[in-house]
């Protein structure tokens, strides 16, 4: 897979973004930053072994945009992002963590 360089804004997790993130995904991991970038979010689960997942489902992206109101930060987060999410740039966190792509199959072991 291809990685691509990607610049995006964290947005508030607010409980109904949360739930909608965990039906999305199927993740079961606490959802713990939203991050919205070119008509898309970026969902990290977790802290101790981040996991992240994609969300560009036109549908998706306007019940996310709605559940979490317009509490967009005016700090610019910088990744590149493939079969990892590596964080390079984070002024509201940690950089340098790098977060697997969730899969549903794990889901089964």
């Not at 709605?66 to 610019?76: E, H, L, P, R």
């Amino acid at each position: 897979m291809e990685k691509k360089s990607v610049k995006g804004y964290v947005m508030e997790v607010t409980p109904k973004a949360a739930e909608l993130a965990r039906e999305y995904t199927g993740c079961i991991v606490p959802l713990t930053s939203i991050v919205v970038c070119e008509g898309s979010f970026y969902l990290i689960f977790g802290s101790n072994e981040p996991v992240y997942a994609h969300i560009n489902d036109p549908d998706q992206v306007t019940a996310l945009s709605i559940a979490m109101g317009k509490t967009v930060s005016d700090k610019m987060i910088e990744f590149v992002v493939g079969k990892t999410m590596d964080i390079i740039r984070n002024p509201v966190g940690h950089s340098g963590i790098k977060c697997k792509k969730w899969q549903l199959a794990w889901l089964a072991h």
